[in-house]
């Protein structure tokens, strides 16, 4: 009777979507941004969700999840008519996100975090104990063993974050998991962690939406592809056979260049010489000569150095030793040793860096896109008032047109932009800075594939220029398109350095996993 009473029930529940959008609208103040979505996901199914930046994909997964609701439309969780009052709601009903952008405490614990919402108490005080104990059972499901769960957050790299924010959604009663970007800021090794609990959760019938710009990665584990744009659901088929073109032709509504390859360029003189610089074990007596007109990729893991070594290149850190020549028509202008933290000192020596947390960039979130562009730059519009104004709005239109910045215009808070557009808008800024010396750390992250080829066209621009371009990227691709040298860091080293012809996918990822 059992048995006969749980397979029946079990193909009800197969035939039946786990969840379903009836022509979902959504509009901020009188702008529509989403219109008539409707969608059905099964159990078990992963669907992958793409778009353009700004075509909706997070106020779908934010309507689906609670944080927002929809201004028409209904939606259905096993049939019932489903309507989360909160993102508690939506969890407590087995409705789960990860957010595009993080969402840890950065103040408490891993575990701390992960148990928030049912911290385990024994006789009214926190139960420390089974505390740890459940949170390294989360954390091993990502394959986080290493990991201290009494570690602070705010000491963790910002893919460790992920990993531990995407561990804390991994509950017993999940019925729909939605994944907003959820690679952007892993490296290879952690995303085929998440690639396998995520395995693991569809054979448990889970459903899954799965955000994210990296096409190849929807090819290898998504069922199902749907693809927005401004707004509007205009495909959804198997994934089977999909070719990458197609969909980003679907996508952009034309057709986008492939990486093309670069040309190699004669290299400059000097623009910076890094002599044995070192910090702690993070970064250890790296070396290297970086030219004008000369883009320098920076390949490696996450935890690899990479971002450290930009963050002492800028004197955002202090390096324990080693030197720093910076030159200007050929000859060296400022040395830099060790004792020096001085960010300022570096922009006025010409010196920029796009860093890879949105979050810490210093992006006003409530003001407008002109005001964040030419924060910085006032220089070029020091004019006061209302001139300054003009300028800042002209500026901010020439930036939006170039990147492609997806808004009402000018004036929007940069906060009720898309991920990827808040990305450009940080970009813009220092492209508007004219650094001579400029230091990109995942500058493309959260970044369409058509806006993308946007971004390499400005850097390329920039290096014809004669300016000095320093990429960190986890997307190999990419740097193997754009750079002229690559450089490969592994715990903290700089492990190889390659010319533009010298290099494969497979000799750089030998570089980065190199135990050095
Ligand atoms: N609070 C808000 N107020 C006004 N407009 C908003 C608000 N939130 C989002 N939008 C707009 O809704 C549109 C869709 O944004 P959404 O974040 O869903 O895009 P997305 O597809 O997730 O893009 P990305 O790939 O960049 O993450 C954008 O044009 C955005 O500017
Ligand atoms: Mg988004």
């Known amino acids: 009777m059992t048995v006969s009473f749980a397979s029946s029930n079990m193909s009800t529940n197969s035939t039946l979507p786990v969840l379903h959008l009836k022509a979902i609208s959504k509009s901020y103040a009188q702008t529509l941004v989403l219109e008539d979505i409707t969608l059905s996901l099964r159990r078990g199914e992963v669907l992958a969700l793409t778009g353009e930046n ?3 994909k997070s ?27 909160s993102r508690r709601d939506a969890e407590a009903q087995g409705v ?17 975090n992960l148990l928030m919402g049912h911290l385990p108490h024994h006789l009214g005080w926190l139960d420390k104990t089974v505390l740890r104990e459940r949170a390294v059972q989360q954390l091993n499901k990502m394959g986080l063993e290493q990991l201290n769960p009494d570690t602070l957050v705010s000491e963790l ?14 509950q017993d009663n999940l019925q729909v998991l939605i994944l907003d970007e959820p690679t952007a800021m892993l490296t290879p090794r952690e995303s085929t962690h998440l690639f396998q609990q995520i395995a693991e959760l569809k054979a448990k019938g889970v459903a ?43 996508m952009v509504g034309r057709e986008v260049d492939d ?16 002599e044995q610089l070192s910090r702690a074990k993070a970064v250890r007596s790296v070396s290297f000569a970086l030219h004008h007109g000369e883009i320098l990729g920076i390949a490696g893991l996450v935890g690899s150095g990479r971002t450290e070594l930009v963050r002492l290149l800028f004197g955002a850190d202090k390096a324990d030793s080693g030197k720093l ?30 860093t890879e947390d949105r979050k810490s960039q210093g992006l006003l979130l409530p003001q407008s896109i002109a005001h964040n562009i030419s924060l910085g730059n006032t220089a070029r519009i020091t004019m006061g008032g209302f001139v300054a104004r003009v300028r800042e709005k002209l500026l901010a239109s020439k930036w939006i047109k170039a990147l492609a910045i997806r808004s ?38 959260g970044v369409d594939v058509g806006a993308r080829s946007d971004i390499y066209a400005q850097i390329n621009q920039m290096a014809s220029e004669g300016k000095a371009i320093v990429m960190v990227s986890s997307d190999l691709r990419e740097l193997m398109a754009v750079s002229d040298r690559i450089g490969v860091m592994s715990m903290g080293r700089l492990v190889a350095l390659f010319k533009r012809g010298e290099w494969t996918e497979q000799a750089l990822l030998e570089a980065a996993f190199t135990q050095a």
């Open 157 to 170: 790299g910002i893919g460790q974050q992920q990993m531990v924010e995407i561990a804390r959604n991994l």
């Open 259 to 274: 990486l093309n390859t670069q040309a190699a360029r004669p290299q400059g003189s000097i623009a910076l010489q890094v």
């Open 325 to 354: 020549h910076i030159h200007r028509h050929h000859k060296p202008v400022l040395t830099i040793t060790p004792n020096w933290v001085n960010p300022l000192t570096a922009i006025q020596a010409g010196l920029g860096l796009v």
């Open 54 to 56: 700004g075509a909706g």
């Open 208 to 250: 899954i939406i799965y955000v994210s710009h990296r096409l190849e990665e929807l090819q290898k584990i998504a069922d199902t592809v749907a693809v927005l744009r401004d707004g509007h659901l205009v495909d959804v088929r198997p994934m089977a056979g999909v070719q990458e073109k197609d969909l980003v032709q679907r």
């Open 59 to 85: 106020t779908v997964s934010k309507i689906i999840c609670g944080l927002t609701s929809a201004s028409s439309g209904s939606l259905l969780l096993n049939g019932q008519t489903y309507t989360p009052s």
């Open 408 to 445: 009402f215009g000018a004036e929007q808070a940069v906060a009720t932009l898309s991920g990827g557009n808040q990305q450009k808008v940080v970009f813009a800024r220092w492209l508007e800075k004219d650094c001579d010396i400029l230091l990109l750390d995942e500058p493309t992250r």
């Open 96 to 112: 789960r996100m990860v957010l595009q952008e993080l969402g840890l405490i950065p103040t408490l614990t891993v575990a701390e």
